[in-house]
């Protein structure tokens, strides 16, 4: 055990910081998660835009903060947004091929 004050300050601001940073880590890891459930699920695209919104957010907070790298964060947005992309690209085909199937006829 230390016998200084200051390294048993250090101590207790380093365990502190310790808890808060992972904390932080852990509310990016959910937020993440949430939005790749949404897109499974098929929600709403409010509900769904709100969900990228607030992950986006915490991800920077974090970045600026110190808490992860910024490269970090760049890949983690860019995942969510290729998820989304991904998911808005298969939406639109599946309409366009339910107008096919209700028009009936098909270009060939």
Avoid: C, F, P, W
Wanted: charged letters at 40%; proline letters at 0%.
């Amino acid at each position: 055990m230390q016998k200084h004050k200051s390294a048993l300050k250090r101590v207790r601001t380093s365990t502190k910081r310790y808890k808060k940073n992972r904390a932080v880590k852990k509310n990016v890891k959910v937020a993440v998660k949430n939005v790749g459930k949404l897109i499974d699920e098929k929600a709403n695209v409010a509900d769904l835009q709100k969900s990228i919104n607030k992950s986006t957010s915490l991800i920077d907070k974090a970045a600026t903060k110190g808490i992860i790298k910024k490269n970090t964060a760049r890949r983690k947005k860019s995942l969510i947004m290729r998820k989304v992309n991904e998911h808005n690209k298969k939406e639109s085909l599946s309409e366009k091929n339910k107008e096919v199937e209700k028009s009936g006829s098909t270009k060939n």
